[in-house]
Nanobody
Framework: QVQLVESGGGLVQPGGSLRLSCVAS????????MGWYRQAPGKERELVAW???????TYAESVKGRFSVSRDNAKNTVSLQMNGLKPEDTAVYLC???????????????WGQGTQVTVSS
């Protein structure tokens, strides 16, 4: 069993910053790609940022230059530094990871429960 637990969401004014963190725990042999998606009310879930185990990064066009994703392979964590936040960044942010299980060696994809980010004055 694998759990992804996010932290760091909240309410921030436009132009402000937040840092999200996600830790993967459980029966983990290794963690592959990790990243963040978001889903706003009435909209589809979209990729925000993705980082491979070896550091290759993909960002959504809408967050380039404002958000920065990083990871710590030793701690199985991924973080998202969000600067210059805009009202349109308001959404539930979900952590996602590809995990190879200790017990069976299979690669599976997992989601966290999500953390709310609200950008409003």
């Amino acid at each position: 069993q694998v759990q992804l637990v996010e932290s760091g969401g909240g309410l921030v004014q436009p132009g402000g910053s937040l840092r999200l963190s996600c830790v993967a725990s459980g029966s983990i042999l290794s963690v592959g790609g990790m990243g963040w998606y978001r889903q706003a009310p009435g909209k589809e879930r979209e990729l925000v940022a993705w980082i491979s185990r070896f550091g290759s990064i993909t960002y959504a066009e809408s967050v380039k230059g404002r958000f920065s994703v990083s990871r710590d392979n030793a701690k199985n964590t991924v973080s998202l530094q969000m600067n210059g936040l805009k009202p349109e960044d308001t959404a539930v942010y979900l952590c996602n990871a590809d995990v190879t299980l200790l017990s069976e060696g299979a690669l599976r994809n997992y989601w966290g429960q999500g953390t709310q980010v609200t950008v409003s004055s």
